[in-house]
């Protein structure tokens, strides 16, 4: 299936601490396997061993810009209204604020092709078009700007995203940038990874590693189709004239 991740603002977290909480430049694993995991239904607590089966190949249409919010809990009022301790009781007065520096994507746009089992994809792909929760790109607070599901049948959906109408605005000079292409399989055989993530959930809020692949190419076949209404025109037409 294929899947598009645009809003105004995401946020792909990794292990960090609380007080300052980064921002992956692209979809994680763990979030999306918990965008899934939210479509469906799932308690925060599940398993997800189905969901480990999948595979994410995201190409970049814009990559957004890194903002960050300085965030606050509890200032300014009463001790007892500041958040509470581990113990239950609450800090001393003028102590009770928690700050925290929380960093998002402004205006970033994917595009997901994922692969795995029939059975798995038609069953996440009926609940993307009729999630149980509302879907969120990485945290609650950073809503979908678009359908998150695009089409649930494409018999190859990584070499769709060498076709998919590009969600950005087309360069009026110079030459047309590429698009970056993150895989977490080899694109070539035994190509090395370039960098790894901390990732894949593996339960109580632990992750393990992952190696990942990074590409750039131009895409002579996938127009750069602007933004929103154009954009999903474009859409549109590409899946009149593509055969399923």
Known sequence: MLLHLSGPLQSWGGPAEFTVRT???????SGLTGLLACALGRPRNAANTDLAQLRYTVRVDRPGRREADFHTIGGGYPRHRTPPTADGTFKKLGEGTILTERWYLADAAFTVAVTGPTTTLTTCADALAHPVFALYLGRRSCPPDTPVLLFGDVPDPVAELDRLPVHR??????????CTFVYDTPPEPDAPSDTEIHDIPTGHRTFSRRPVWERQRVLPDAPDAGRGTRWINALTAHREVTPR
Request: charged content about 25%; cysteine-free; aromatic content about 6%.
């Open 169 to 178: 605005t087309p360069t009026r000079h110079g030459p047309r940038p590429p």
């Open 23 to 29: 921002t992956h430049r692209w979809p994680t694993r």
